[in-house]
């Protein structure tokens, strides 16, 4: 064939819009809303936006598990950087939404009823992934659904906090899971040898990294929980949620959650004997 000229019998090239499938994606816009209300469209698309998201970042967090398990801290921390970006997209995202009025959210609230963000089971997925394993998340999912499928699987395999303990565990501090109780007692063992990994950040510079962009990534949830609840209480004030919690109160107690509360814990810990980053950098160490 001639550069540039294709025959009949080549097989047909791949096109931008049958690769990513624009059509088929452009047409999963649903109003419930009728007649149709304007803003409905932005409340469906960003909440679509949201759910790939969810999905591109258990992709990443997924591998960022497999190579915790693997023993393999930076290609663990690389990966860990792109699941930090995507959050900070998520974070960001929250102010296109509140470009809308409490005038034009109430134009089509009704028409949702009883479905609800509390019903994601991509965000359930990444909270229990990440180290906080409740299993009754489960009871708002009907038995044998593919969504509890997914949830009951997840909640039997490693979290990223048991990865992260598991790889301290084999480079010599004595940690284990906290298995994501948010009623569990802090353990002050266990603090003074994560104290210890801080403090030796020189000798162990990845584990550090690692457990840096680990409290980051958790801050980013909480960042998003935090900003998801202000634009609530700015859309709908007080008023209980379509999901029926108590709306902005309930969602001002899941601030608590933390993936690694022990991360947040060392901190207070730490005094001007624990040596900065350059000390950390130079290998140096004071005396
Ligand atoms: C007008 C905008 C929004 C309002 C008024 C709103 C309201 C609420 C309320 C009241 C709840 C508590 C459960 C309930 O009773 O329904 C909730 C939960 C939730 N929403 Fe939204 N939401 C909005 C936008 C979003 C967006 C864009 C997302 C993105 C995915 C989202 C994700 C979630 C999630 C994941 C939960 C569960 C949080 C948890 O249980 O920790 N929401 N939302």
Redesign the pocket.
């Known amino acids: 064939m001639a550069f540039g000229l294709r025959s009949n019998d080549d097989p047909p090239r791949l096109s931008y819009g049958g690769y990513l499938k624009i059509s088929e994606l452009t047409s999963l816009q649903r109003l419930e809303s009728d007649p149709p209300q304007h803003d409905e469209m932005l409340?469906i698309i960003?909440?679509q936006v949201?759910?790939l998201w969810f999905k591109e970042l258990l992709h990443e967090v997924d591998s960022v598990l497999a190579l915790l398990l693997r023993k393999e801290a930076l290609g663990a921390h690389r990966l860990l950087r792109r699941c930090l970006e995507i959050e900070q997209v998520l974070v960001t995202q929250v102010a296109v939404?509140e470009t809308?009025t409490p005038m034009d959210?109430l134009t089509f609230r009704d028409n949702l009823m009883p479905a609800?963000?509390?019903q994601?089971a991509q965000?359930r997925e990444i909270e229990i992934v990440s180290g906080l394993k409740e299993a009754r998340v489960l009871d708002h999912y009907a038995e044998g659904s593919a969504e509890r499928k997914r949830l009951e699987l997840r909640l039997s395999q490693p979290t990223l906090q048991d990865a992260f303990y598991e790889l301290l565990t084999a480079r010599g501090f004595n940690v284990i899971p906290e298995n994501g109780s948010p009623a569990r007692e802090s353990a002050p063992e266990q603090i003074a040898e994560l104290v210890r990994l801080y403090e030796q950040a020189n000798k162990h510079y990845d584990l550090f990294m690692l457990a840096e962009a680990l409290i980051e990534y958790d801050e980013l949830i909480l960042l998003w929980?935090l900003r998801?609840v202000k634009?609530?209480e700015r859309?709908?004030g007080s008023k209980?949620?379509?999901?029926?919690?108590d709306?902005?109160a309930?969602?001002n107690k899941?601030v608590e959650r933390r993936f690694f509360p022990d991360l947040w814990e060392l901190r207070t810990y730490l005094s001007n004997k624990s040596g900065g980053c350059e000390d950390a950098q130079n290998g140096g160490s004071h005396g």
């Open positions: 409340f960003i909440h949201y759910e939404l809308m959210f609800s963000g509390f994601s965000f929980r998801h634009m609530v859309m709908i209980t949620g379509t999901g029926g919690s709306g902005a309930y969602l899941t």
